[in-house]
């Protein structure tokens, strides 16, 4: 009989659990069950084989803790897991090679352009290559062993076992697989202006996707039941969506809540990483998406928990748009942390998830935007600096988008297929640089049909593998012409300005479209990055356009009498099919991100608005602090509260919004309902308000779900 692997069709509640050698010399697998058990835990996985190996192997390379004794600590936690019905996955490592695996098969290692080894970040040990047949000639061995002798629920490979680590490898292996390829040697330094450097950069992402599938096919020719998944970022160098396409389940990580150098530098992470994640992954396939969130506060400090407001919040998200929450304990069971404060907030989150399991099973997205990703443009756009290039745009328009409580999702440009178009009215694009003309073809379709679209900067401005074309993709669809030139705000050259000076930049508001409503009593709005220089279609609208910089010192000088050049800052056009477009020629979204101000937040909700004719299926009025999902099931249309009303991160402290007006389009609701919180099922007073029902939300401490449910007739 085959295993009964239905339960990962549930939203579960899970945990990473990193074992430390030390944890090997005490390891009371039983208080870690009954632990887990206590906290909600559904299932967990652990460190089994690799790098860490937590049961007595009989391979040559393995490397058993030194504290293991006559432990087979592997037994234990699988016992101690099925003793209270919690599924335990094992964890195979591939990304590290002893020393002894290194000397005695050195075709098994990564190798740097002198010909050594690369070290695994001083450990003492090794970076495998995953062209190399370490995984077909050993990691297979370890595989079969663990699955021969222990009864685990799944195999999770560490997501070092796929990728190339962001080095070169010039190992044997590489050199000739590339050459055979692409009939070059391999790159000597990262040149983007160097096709054979690209080319390596689709090498790299097509290998990777290779070992990852094989890694997947080698287990199941061990055990065809056998539930495997694998461990990656959402964005970047493993195709996450082709793993989604045949691993059983698909676990991303959301951990890095800042990016902190030795000399104390660093940069956040935004709050909705997470919640991105979460969105991104649920839009691309229909199976378990798990999403990791760390106990720890960062890298260097591992051992000290994330404060419970923030950890509260943060792991609500993933709850909130589709996937199941993981905790990573980096070090040991709940027993051993010296923190012990970090526990709190995953119980709480994973009781609440239990208490009203049936509201999130078989739920899926309400939103009518979609926010477009392109991994292109990541790639090939954003070359080595993507989060400045492209992410910061990016993110820079959710950010928008949450705060002007307006429900959406991420979804990719490999999914903009017909029956993918078909659940939205709206399309965003920010700065999608990187566009093929196939996506342009359906984009251009999908106006014709009546859909809108909001699109940024360089979207379509150049080609799948980074080069630049002489005219958009579809700017007869934005009903603008690129001139050849994208210029600094600052305008340096159009100006004949010194490039020195600090200058004070501006749009000028010419007209009092709806597409600048609430912005009043000004004539200029802040603007700063580049900006492409287009020609305007005739007929269409520029609400917005660019005003001359003048230099800010001295003050007395700080003022120009030259008269605006009027490029084009905002263009809005309706097409005949009912479709409307709006297209920013500048990088408000990524300034948005980078400074934040509430015009430019005004200007991208007024023109989601304006391109959806104000048919928002779910919105609310609070705080901008207030971050909502729209979640639907069968006979429920459910509204999803986080209140991040605590000021900066960390996060320090919950602080509770009252009075919270919450709305849900009429059309999604049958004509009697009624509103309840999902926290005490207390019901709620339903106003009809044009085409919306209404309720008042008394209060909101941290998460919670307005449901309005329909009542069958009797």
């Not at 990656?232 to 793993?243: H, L, R, V």
């Not at 251009?444 to 679209?453: C, P, R």
């Not at 099931?633 to 402290?653: C, D, P, S, W």
């Not at 926290?679 to 919306?692: F, R």
């Amino acid at each position: 009989m085959g295993m009964d692997n239905s339960w990962i069709n549930k939203r579960g509640r899970g945990i990473h659990l990193t074992i430390r050698d030390i944890d090997c010399k005490n390891f009371d697998a039983e208080k870690m069950g009954k632990d887990f058990y206590d906290m909600n835990v559904t299932f967990f996985s652990f460190f089994t084989g690799g790098y860490i190996t937590t049961y007595p192997s009989k391979l040559k390379y393995s490397r058993i803790s030194p504290w293991l004794g006559d432990q087979d600590i592997t037994r234990d936690i699988v016992k101690a897991a099925h003793k209270y019905n919690i599924k335990a996955i094992a964890m195979a490592d591939m990304s590290v090679l002893t020393l002894e695996a290194t000397a005695e098969h050195p075709e098994w290692a990564s190798i740097d352009i002198n010909g050594e080894p690369y070290e695994y970040s001083l450990s003492g040990m090794y970076t495998s290559c995953i062209m190399s047949s370490y995984a077909e000639e050993y990691g297979q061995k370890m595989v079969r062993e663990i699955l021969e002798n222990y009864d685990v629920d799944g195999i999770k490979f560490g997501g070092g076992s796929y990728g190339f680590r962001g080095k070169v490898c010039y190992c044997k292996s590489c050199q000739k697989e590339y050459e055979k390829e692409y009939h070059h040697s391999l790159p000597i330094k990262s040149d983007w202006n160097d096709p054979n450097w690209i080319n390596y950069q689709k090498w790299c992402i097509a290998k990777t996707s290779e070992k990852c599938k094989f890694l997947f096919d080698m287990v199941k020719s061990i055990r065809p039941d056998m539930l495997v998944m694998g461990n990656g970022g959402c964005m970047g160098a493993i195709d996450a969506e082709e793993m989604s396409m045949y691993q059983d389940m698909v676990q991303v990580e959301g951990q890095t809540r800042i990016r902190l150098n030795e000399q104390m530098q660093g940069n956040w992470m935004p709050m909705y990483w997470i919640a991105e994640e979460a969105s991104y992954m649920t839009t691309i396939t229909h199976k378990p998406i798990w999403i990791v969130a760390s106990y720890w506060r960062h890298g260097f400090w591992r051992r000290s928990a994330v404060d419970y407001p923030e950890q509260k919040v943060y792991m609500a998200q993933i709850i909130a748009n589709g996937a199941t929450p993981m905790v990573n304990l980096s070090g040991g069971p709940p027993l051993v942390h010296e923190d012990q404060r970090g526990f709190k907030a995953p119980k709480e989150l994973f009781a609440f998830l239990k208490d009203h399991a049936d509201y999130y099973d078989g739920d899926c997205s309400g939103a009518n935007i979609a926010l477009v990703y392109s991994p292109d443009t990541e790639v090939f756009y954003g070359k080595d600096d993507s989060e400045k290039r492209y992410i910061q745009s990016f993110r820079g328009t959710e950010k928008t988008l949450l705060e002007n409580h307006l429900p959406y999702d991420v979804v990719s440009t490999k999914y903009l297929v017909t029956g993918c178009l078909l659940n939205y009215k709206l399309l965003i694009l920010p700065t999608l640089a990187c566009m093929s003309d196939e996506t342009a073809k359906i984009l251009k379709n999908y106006v014709e049909a009546g859909g809108s679209i909001l699109a940024t900067f360089e979207t379509g401005l150049y080609k799948l593998d980074g080069s630049k074309r002489e005219n958009f993709a579809f700017g007869d669809l934005l009903k603008a012409s690129y001139k050849g030139i994208t210029a600094s705000v600052a305008g340096d050259n159009l100006y004949g300005r010194n490039q020195q000076a600090m200058h004070q930049n501006y749009c000028r508001i010419k007209n009092s479209h709806s597409l600048l409503q609430g912005i009043e009593d000004t004539e200029l709005i802040p603007i700063g990055g580049e900006y492409c220089l287009v020609e305007v279609v005739e007929g269409a609208e520029v609400p917005l356009t660019l005003a001359t910089p003048f230099i800010i010192f001295p003050e007395g000088l700080s003022y120009t009498t030259e008269k605006d050049l009027d490029y084009p800052m905002m263009i809005a056009f309706e097409h005949e099919s009912g479709g409307r477009t709006v297209y920013l020629p500048n990088q408000l979204d990524k300034l948005h991100y980078v400074v934040g101000m509430e015009d430019i937040s005004m200007i991208f909700a007024n023109s989601v608005k304006w391109a959806l004719r104000d048919e928002i299926p779910a919105t609310c009025e609070a705080p901008n602090t207030i971050n909502i999902t729209f979640r639907r099931q069968e006979n429920k249309a459910m509204v999803h509260l986080i209140n991040f009303t605590g000021g900066q991160r960390y996060f320090k402290q919950l602080i509770s919004v009252r009075n919270i007006v919450v709305r849900v389009d009429k059309k999604l609701c049958a004509e009697t309902v009624r509103a309840y919180m999902l926290s005490d099922g207390k019901e709620l007073k339903i106003e009809s308000q044009n085409k919306y029902y209404q309720v008042i939300v008394p209060e909101l401490k941290d998460y919670d779900v307005v449901v309005f449910e329909t009542v069958k007739d009797q």
